[in-house]
């Protein structure tokens, strides 16, 4: 079973910027397509990024589009995430999960990672 890692969250002012990091140790991530998705309490798991498993296609959901960029590196097993110009808006919890053909539906989470927008 596919076991994803997602690390890089932390408290970060508006405007401030953020990398994380999916990575994962027993299985070859580049045979997965990959899915960044963000859960803020009370609320509904949001799809906001995803990469193929080449890096050829990435698609974004509106609300991070031109701040955020998804990317991989397949050596080293590892899909990131580059948060810019964060806003407060932002603070969610943040997993990346298996997404098949990045249709928004993920498997094998992670746990996630907390970002906090804060001044």
């Known amino acids: 079973q596919l076991h994803l890692v997602e690390s890089g969250g932390g408290l970060v002012q508006p405007g401030g910027s953020l990398r994380l990091s999916c990575a994962a140790s027993e299985f070859t991530l580049g045979y997965y397509d990959i899915g960044w998705f963000r859960q803020v309490p009370g609320k509904e798991r949001e799809g906001i990024s995803c990469i193929t498993g080449s890096g050829g296609y990435t698609t974004y959901v509106d609300s991070v589009k031109g701040r955020f960029t998804v990317s991989r590196d397949n050596a080293k097993n590892t899909v990131y995430l580059q948060m810019n110009s964060l806003k407060p808006e932002d603070t969610a919890v943040y997993y990346c999960?298996?997404?098949?053909?990045?249709?928004?539906?993920?498997?094998?989470w992670g746990k996630g990672t907390l970002v906090t927008v804060s001044s």
């Open positions: 999960a298996a997404d098949p053909d990045c249709s928004g539906v993920g498997n094998y």
